[in-house]
Nanobody
Framework: QVQLEESGGGLVQAGDSLKLSCATS????????VGWFRQAPGKERKFVAA????????LYADSVEGRFTISRGDAKNTVYLQMTSLKPEDTAVYYC?????????????????????WGQGTQVTVSS
């Protein structure tokens, strides 16, 4: 089992930055992938970014490429999502997720169905 807890969400203005954290506990995440997804009201959950636990692979949605950065913390039990140049359309609940069945799936890792552990989410609201 893996437990995930997101934090760092809040209300910011367009152009601001925000850093989300995903604290993990439970089983080892070696050979796993950690992803961030987001879900706006009335919309489907969408992929944001993913990182292989080894840190050697990252992937971003086109909508956040160049503005968001996913990384692992020095403690190696936390994954971060640094968000810059935030836009109102970034407003959503952000979820952290773990795919424990693959070292790295590439573009296939953008699908929510491949992730088998999920956090409760943290709200990010960007005002214009």
């Amino acid at each position: 089992q893996v437990q995930l807890e997101e934090s760092g969400g809040g209300l910011v203005q367009a152009g601001d930055s925000l850093k989300l954290s995903c604290a993990t506990s439970g089983r080892s995440l070696e050979a796993c992938v950690v992803g961030w997804f987001r879900q706006a009201p009335g919309k489907e959950r969408k992929f944001v970014a993913a990182i292989s636990w080894s840190g050697g692979n990252t992937l971003y949605a086109d909508s956040v490429e160049g503005r968001f950065t996913i990384s692992r913390g020095d403690a190696k039990n936390t994954v971060y999502l640094q968000m810059t140049s935030l836009k109102p359309e970034d407003t959503a609940v952000y979820y952290c997720a773990v795919d424990s069945n693959s070292y790295w799936r590439g573009r296939a890792g953008t699908q929510p169905d491949v992730y088998n552990y999920w956090g409760q989410g943290t709200q990010v609201t960007v005002s214009s």
